[in-house]
């Protein structure tokens, strides 16, 4: 899906926009995808000889994707998707430059306004990172 769905789905923009396609999404679950450009502006400093896209990134760029399922749940200019909670974070391969990883989003729970995820993050058919997460829809104040 184009760039226009993802934005209008989510809050966030460029340069903290790490969501490139949505491949398949359905209501519990989703997969993105997302190719780690040589000009990002993370590489400059981790680490500038033997660049590395950091965790706390691929991370984020799974619970966007999480926050593009749970859209349906946000009334425009209502409220923003928020993690409330990362857990169980493992780190199993490093993505570097020019990688395309697939992020893989699955509802597991939903009590009144919290969502409980589980993500995992691919890379060349291995797992990058897995992990579970909450989020919350926090109101917006006019």
Known sequence: MSNSVIEAAIPHRGPMLLVDEIVEQSDEK?????TFRPDEY???GH???YP????????EATMQAGA?????????GEGVPVA????????KKMVRPGDKIVMEVKLNERLADAFFMSGKVTVAGKVAV?????????KTEA
């Open 52 to 59: 590395l896209v950091p965790g706390v990134i691929l991370c």
């Open 42 to 44: 993370f590489f400059q």
């Open 130 to 138: 897995r992990f579970d997460f909450a989020c919350t829809v926090a």
């Open 84 to 91: 409330t909670r990362l857990s169980d974070v493992k780190f």
């Open 30 to 34: 989703i997969v993105c995808h997302k």
């Open 47 to 49: 680490y500038p000889d």
């Open 68 to 76: 593009i399922m749970l859209s349906k749940f946000v009334t425009e």
